[in-house]
């Protein structure tokens, strides 16, 4: 659903290419990808909870 929402924003030949060229924070031309979601889940014990910290969790997912 995200993809389908996303892709409206850019141009057809952005699309085809998977990104664009712009100019960054700096000023200077960069290409850029296409905006893309990722997510991974990991179920723990609630016990486990207080154990693992965010970079942990991270490499679990």
Do not use: K, T
């Not at 290419?17 to 712009?22: E, H, N, P």
């Not at 031309?29 to 990722?38: D, H, M, T």
Request: aromatic share 6%; proline share 7%; hydrophobic share 40%.
């Amino acid at each position: 659903m995200l993809q389908s929402q996303c892709r409206r924003f850019y141009r057809p030949e952005h699309l085809e290419a998977g990104g664009f060229i712009a100019p960054n924070r700096q000023g200077v031309r960069q290409e850029f990808p296409l905006l893309s979601l990722s997510i991974g889940v990991v179920h723990l014990h609630p016990e486990a909870c207080g154990e693992i910290d965010a970079s942990q969790l991270a490499e679990m997912a």
